[in-house]
């Protein structure tokens, strides 16, 4: 068994996955080598399962489902805990995920306090996650909530803003950031391993991280991969994300428009009806049964529809680790 924790770099902040057994590591972003605690110390550590090793008995699907209403605060969502037990119930039905390989974090209550979708309760449900992941695994991490943006500080975006999604208590505990999520989830991934993120929020189309961004108006991939040079791929894996809007979106109110414009509605909706859609044509049915809902809305006059559509435009993303021809292979979880 190989012990492994995740530290952060004093210099450049960023997280990095080091073996217990090293004394010192050197950053993969700003080459700073830091000291590696010894096990004793506290830490988040976790067991890495020796790839030699069989894993009969040990399920190869698990799954992390995030929905996050903000009860009794000015920012409250309607249907993200529903959307959490609809997502729940794709992966078992149509996956065959098993139900005690997916953790459930909401804020419903009464709920038990470990799966309250605080930040520390969903950084630790992350690492559980990837966590002694092996060639052959799947897995989902799904979030409904908040997106927001924050200004970043090293280099690594385009676009000069980090993204993130905002837990419970992002008011006390700060929200999670793109590089975090990165690190914990899209690094350790070995070859062999797959993890789909669907992320129902604003501000989300490179939340991960991931190198590469399909391009719907120029129907191609493009290049996402940091200003700064930094590494943000897997460890041999396939990280795919499908996002509810650009980085520069906000997310339709689902209220506005009774539910149905949001991209975990339609997602489903769509799996159901066609189980062995390809990538392109599910984001692309995704897409048009948003739009034909903002469309549908009832609004008669041309001025006022004008209007509407720039308010409700969201455009679903496609990210990946790895390029691939999103029209030939098949959506599977």
């Known amino acids: 068994m190989v012990e492994t924790i995740i530290i952060k770099c ?13 004394k010192t ?8 080598v830091n000291l590696v605690p010894s096990n004793e110390q ?31 605060t000015k920012y409250r969502l309607k249907g993200t805990i529903s959307d959490v037990k609809n997502v729940k119930n794709l ?12 953790r459930e974090l909401t804020d419903e209550e009464p709920q038990d306090p470990k799966l309250v979708p605080t930040r520390i309760n969903i950084e630790k449900a992350l690492q559980w996650l990837v966590e002694g992941c092996c060639p052959g695994d799947s897995l989902v991490f799904y979030f409904a909530g908040h997106g927001s943006q924050e200004t970043d500080m090293d280099r690594d975006e385009i676009d000069g803003l980090d993204e993130t999604i905002c837990p419970l208590d992002f008011e006390d505990r700060g929200m999670i950031l793109d590089d975090y999520i990165n690190s914990v989830i ?12 669907i992320i129902d929020a604003c501000h989300s189309a490179t939340v991960l991280d991931l190198q590469h961004m399909y391009s719907a108006k120029e129907k ?8 700064s040079g930094a590494y943000k791929g897997t460890s041999g894996g396939l990280a795919i994300c499908i996002s509810a809007c650009r980085d520069d979106q906000r997310v339709v109110d689902s209220s506005a428009l009774n539910g149905k414009a949001t991209l ?10 066609n189980p062995r859609l390809t990538y392109g044509a599910l984001i692309t049915s995704v897409q048009n049964k948003i739009d034909g809902a903002i469309e549908a809305r009832g609004v008669k006059t041309w001025f006022i529809r004008k209007f509407l559509r720039a308010a409700f435009s969201q455009e679903v993303q ?15 979880l």
């Open 91 to 102: 992966l078992i039905n149509n996956f065959r995920f098993p139900i005690e390989c997916i």
């Open 220 to 227: 191609r991939w493009v290049d996402n991969n940091p200003p």
């Open 25 to 32: 590591s050197r950053c993969l972003y700003c080459k700073h």
């Open 318 to 332: 496609l990210s990946s680790s790895e390029k691939f021809d999103i029209h030939q292979k098949e959506f599977n």
């Open 42 to 72: 506290p830490g988040r550590t976790f067991q890495i399962r020796d790839l030699s090793a069989k894993n009969s008995g040990i399920s190869r699907k698990r799954a992390v489902l995030c929905g996050v209403s903000y009860d009794k």
């Open 264 to 273: 975990t509605h339609n997602l489903i909706q769509e799996i159901n009806k």
């Open 10 to 22: 004093s210099s450049c902040q960023h997280h990095l996955w080091v073996s217990t057994s090293w």
């Open 186 to 197: 899209v690094r350790p991934l070995m070859a062999g391993v797959t993890l789909h993120a």
